[in-house]
């Protein structure tokens, strides 16, 4: 199959369309996988970092508080005891691991299903180029109001100081190179923008 080139405005164009692979960005949109491995991919970026001290963690709690019996008081072993206010927890929260298992071919297969859709919705345009000579917000909003929208995910097959830095406080925008693509950024921009070097890279990883 072949897709349509967007052009850039002052851009020399030598393609006007180019073609692609259609397992990768011609196949059946598959729902069911594409949510698991949204979730997935998710539910991996929680730290899962709280933590509380059990009985045997407390510090102190070495001798018996006051002898066992005589006093008056309940008997006690440790201060340590979870019945303490300065005690331990009883069902004391560890550190836990969420990330979800997940296949390399489900990814893989997902991602094609999220670049095929994109493509019959009309959301994945492709550039030969979307470089700027300067780390300028205002020249990275112009170069992107030349191409009709105003916030998308630019992929690219490297990313440069300059594109960064100018991007890098934008909220409706990103821009990552082809490792960094993920599924959520994928489905939750409006548009993406692609390069033609980095339409390639995908292409041979997910074909």
């Keep these: 199959m072949e897709l349509s080139l967007t052009t850039v405005p002052g851009q020399e164009v030598t393609l006007s369309v180019i073609a692609v692979n259609e397992s990768v960005f011609g196949c059946e949109f598959k729902e069911a ?43 006690s072993g440790t201060i340590r005891s979870p019945l303490w206010r300065t005690g331990g927890v009883t069902f004391a929260a560890k550190p836990r691991d969420f990330t979800q298992k997940v296949n390399k071919k489900m990814r893989q297969q997902a991602m ?48 440069s100081e300059n594109l960064y830095l100018a991007s890098r406080n934008l909220y409706k925008n990103a821009v990552t190179d082809v490792a960094g693509v993920n599924p959520v950024a994928l489905v939750g921009f409006e548009k993406v923008v692609i390069t033609v070097p980095a339409l390639k890279q995908l292409e041979d990883i997910l074909a």
Excluded: M, N
């Design 33 to 75: 996988l594409v949510h698991q491995v949204v979730v997935a991919y998710q539910i991996g970026a929680r730290s899962g970092s709280k933590a509380q001290k059990s009985r045997s963690e407390v510090r102190g709690g070495g001798i018996k508080p006051w002898r066992q019996k005589g006093t008056g008081r309940a008997r």
């Design 112 to 159: 094609c299903s999220i670049f095929s859709e994109l493509v019959r919705q009309g959301r994945l345009l492709v550039v030969e180029d979307l470089e700027i000579t300067s780390p300028k917000t205002k020249e990275f909003l112009k170069k992107l109001g030349d191409i009709g929208i105003d916030g998308a995910l630019i992929i690219s097959d490297k990313v």
